[in-house]
């Protein structure tokens, strides 16, 4: 398909050299968006997911005469949920925080000195729901107030609406951002790829006057350009593995405590760069080879 | 119909550039295969233009081109280049394509035309020592001399042997011994069947070889028949005064 | 400066037609990047401070016998923490938060079914330090031990510190971004100019053969250069400002209680777009011209 | 110094164009102020690059050219330019800017050399109503017949009025006609003043116009005095053969 022999200057003049490095950093970018779309929509749906899997349920603290707080008897009310609440269908994992757990949950909120002990705490149990299946909030919370009065089963509903709302919003502006970067790579592109063949109109013409077929004229350019942007996506990949890299190292020095985690394994950080990459490579490539095709139709349509 | 046999035969044709005034006037005459003319006229009569519809690179503005007996305006897209072929031009500025090298240059008609790599070298090399530019097979055009340019593109135009030679000044930048060996490029071609066209300011040239003239006056043509007997290896064009010429 | 008339066939040719959106495209990405960085630090910035400058006070719960919380008592020892503390030297507002508020902010740790009354909850006072003074923390925490025992003064030491952390963090990988993208952008804008100004080499000469001089020549060809380049910035304004309003639009309406507002008014948030928009356009101007005079100069070098 | 009063002198200079072989050798000559010479040669024997070195194009690979009594090589970047303003060029190849007008394309050298308008459009326009292009002001060079590129070449050559004129083949596109007509140009610039050197391959004209003659050959130049009584409108070129040529 590559012809050894070109007619024409193709790699020696402006276009030849201009056109890997615009392919490069174009499909750089948009895989870079494309890519922080996919993570943060990524992120939106492992935290809503996060959140919307887990039910709480706070036990309220058992309080003696005075305001001490009996600790043996609130640990033994929540041994006894935790074993009411495996035995409801549907229901995963549960998880029982300790009082120094809730007490360190509410700390910005308590302030640091909050020992447990010193304040009358209730105690949380997380649970987490079965894959795929709703469980009955009305028998959870029936079986819980039977153990503690004034016991409360909260699945987040609110927030969980919240986080969609705000993952929809975040999803659509990065994708309205890659919109925007693929749209202008693409006039880039097609800019630079016309304005490097605008210099060999004399040539095409020769040729055009020496009896070539308008194909043979427009593959020879089609082909260069083609080429040209495979360069320009070597040196993009090239840009690419070093950004990822980076980024893989900034997001694991970063606390995890701070920022909900991706929880993705290298692997899928390669996909996750690999899908975009590619498809912005082949959708660059496609765009390059097509306004050099365009360029050359309408130089030769000049031609008598 | 009347011409089939005619090979170039143009009928009231005009011609302008663009939006421009008018620079060929109700050009008719008629080219029989196998005849050889000067082209002739001051310096921006219209000659190159004449030249220019005659190699399919203009359209004329109104009139009638008929092309180895084709009407040249019903040609389509796929036919023209098929056309082209049959027709070797050497431009007034030469047009040598500056990345290729010499050899690439002259070997073009025959890529564009398909011919087989090994025809393209033995011939091209044969061809190119012939115009004298043999020790510059790799040369680009831009290290060789105005002289070398032009005999380089003298040489490139004859290469698939055409039907059709058109040569637009194509002595300009040579000295009188190099002329006469383009000429004598010409002639071959002649010989072996090629009808030519040569456009020249070189009155010299135009005596001594004493072809028939179109002659042009700033956009109208006159045929002048051969003044003196012709030179014997070249026998007089045939010409076809058109009745309304 | 600028010649009225050019010997250069500058604007007719590829270059002309190219340079202005490279420029356009990259100072508007570049300014994205800027104000992307700046934002971030903004929003950090106000995080912390928000943070930094409110102490937590904590009185613990009023709780009679049983598990009743007094709440007439509690309101009064909000009220006369409230007056102990605007006592105290460098204190500014005192907020007292009441049983609800505690509750509300309570909710997405112990649900939105508890109700204030419900449990023994501590009540909270948010104390501001006046601008640049750092209050005694040790004589706010003996004033409010007097008033209610268990009291609990607290500055977010803890947090602060890892907020700083997170915002040098972000900032510097925004920042990171910037200098990719300018580096680049500047990249692709002088490949841009040195491949169109190629492709006037031939004129280059013949000005050269006539007798310019080297700065004739080059004083034309940067020239017309910053000419494109300030058709590029127009066009990359034109790009910010329809950006701008489109997230501005967005940032308003997305739910005010998830994000952390910014609190900038619309003139801050055109001084957000300008001030990076400057930057990256006369950035860019540079750029091109720069690339333009060594260009030339480079052509004229070869020449004797 | 023994040539203070000479206006271009050559000693000894051997020129290739890179790493190429030498197309010049040993060239030893002096052309006094005001004289006027033909350079001529076959195709390929270096007149161009002669006159490359002439024009200040080109550095010689050895030897000393001296311009004005100055020595080529001492110059600086600042200095070379001013004097190339003194210096007049016809290229072969035209060499006109084709974003011009044909108006500006003549203007340049004026322009660079920072000519009042006014002064510029009466000289300009005076001048191409001699080459018989009164009426292509506003055309473009591609718009122009090979033969009107050529006189507007001449036409920029002299328009600044040059001690040194140098021109490549200038009339290897016009006419006889035009071709005396340009003659004319360069005669008017040797009488006032002028130094001229022309390269042409047409015999007729040298022989027409009977100056002394440097001749190339392959590279070696030779210096052919005038045959005849010159034409009385120009005095014999005093010719200085170098003690070593
Ligand atoms: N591309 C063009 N656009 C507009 N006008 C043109 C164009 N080419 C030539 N002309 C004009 O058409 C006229 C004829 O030009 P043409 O080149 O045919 O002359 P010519 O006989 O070949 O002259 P020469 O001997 O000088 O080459 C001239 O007046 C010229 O200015
Ligand atoms: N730029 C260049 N690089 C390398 N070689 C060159 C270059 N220009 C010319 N030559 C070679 O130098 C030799 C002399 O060329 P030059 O142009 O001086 O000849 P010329 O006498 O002007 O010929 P013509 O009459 O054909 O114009 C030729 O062999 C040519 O191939
Ligand atoms: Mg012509
Ligand atoms: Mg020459």
């Known amino acids: ?304 | 119909m009347l011409d089939s046999g005619a090979f170039v035969r143009f009928e009231n044709v005009g011609f302008s550039y663009g939006d421009g005034p008018e620079v060929l006037h109700d050009i008719d005459f008629t080219l029989e295969p196998g005849t050889f003319h000067f082209l002739t006229g001051t310096s921006g009569a219209g000659k190159s233009s004449l030249l220019r519809l005659m190699y399919l690179a203009e359209r004329p503005s109104r009139g009638v081109i008929r092309l180895f007996g084709r009407d040249t305006a019903s040609l389509s897209r796929m036919e023209a280049p098929v056309l082209r072929r049959r027709i070797g031009v050497v431009f007034q500025d030469f047009r040598l394509l500056q990345h290729l090298s010499a050899f690439d240059n002259v070997a073009l008609p025959l890529r564009v035309a398909s011919v087989g790599e090994t025809e393209i070298r033995q011939h091209v090399g044969e061809l190119l020592t012939w115009v004298g530019l043999a020790d510059a097979l790799d040369a680009r055009p831009a290290t060789l001399s105005g002289g070398e340019q032009q005999r380089l593109a003298i040489a490139r135009a004859v290469v698939a042997r055409p039907d059709l030679l058109v040569a637009d000044e194509p002595t300009g930048n040579v000295d009188d011994h190099n002329a006469q060996r383009m000429m004598r490029l010409f002639q071959n071609a002649h010989n072996y069947g090629a009808t030519v066209v040569v456009a020249t300011h070189n009155a010299q040239l135009v005596k001594r070889y004493n072809y028939p003239q179109l002659h042009l006056d700033s956009g109208r043509l006159n045929i002048l028949p051969v003044a003196l007997p012709p030179v014997p290896h070249a026998g007089p064009a045939q010409m076809q005064l058109p009745a309304n010429g």
């Open chain 1, 1 to 304: 398909m590559f012809r050894r022999h070109y007619d024409l200057p193709l790699g020696r003049d402006g276009s030849g050299r201009l056109v890997p490095w615009i392919v490069a950093l174009m499909s750089y970018l948009a895989t870079l968006a494309i890519a922080a779309a996919l993570a943060l929509g990524i992120l939106a749906w492992r935290w809503t997911e996060g959140v919307a899997g887990a039910i709480t349920v706070l036990l309220p603290p058992a309080i003696e005469d005075g305001a001490a707080v009996n600790v043996k008897a609130e640990d033994a009310r929540v041994e006894q949920a935790r074993k009411a609440l495996g035995e409801l269908p549907g229901i995963g994992a549960v998880e029982a925080l300790d009082a120094a757990d809730v007490a360190r949950r509410l700390e910005p909120w308590l302030g640091a000195g909050a020992a447990p002990g010193d304040l009358p705490l209730p105690r949380l149990l997380v649970v987490r729901a079965q894959r795929g299946i709703k469980p009955d909030l009305a028998a959870m919370s029936r079986a819980m107030t039977e153990i503690a009065p004034g016991a409360v089963v909260d699945d987040h509903g609110v927030w969980r609406a919240e986080l969609a709302r705000l993952a929809a919003r975040v999803t659509a502006l990065a994708g309205f951002a890659v919109l925007l970067i693929a749209l202008s790579g693409s006039a880039v592109v097609v800019f630079a790829v016309r304005s490097g063949l605008a210099v060999h109109r004399d040539t095409i013409e020769v040729l055009h006057l020496i009896g070539a077929h308008d194909d043979y004229i427009t593959r020879q350019f089609r082909n260069h350009t083609m080429w040209l942007s495979v360069i320009g996506g070597m040196i993009g990949w090239a840009l690419l593995i070093a950004t990822g890299a980076f980024c893989y190292q900034a997001a694991e020095s970063l606390d995890p405590a701070l920022l909900p985690r991706m929880g993705l394994a290298p692997w899928q950080w390669v996909a996750l760069g690999a899908v975009p990459a590619a498809l912005s490579f082949l959708g660059m490539m496609a765009i390059a080879s097509a306004a050099a095709k365009r360029t050359v139709r309408r130089a030769l349509a000049k031609l008598v």
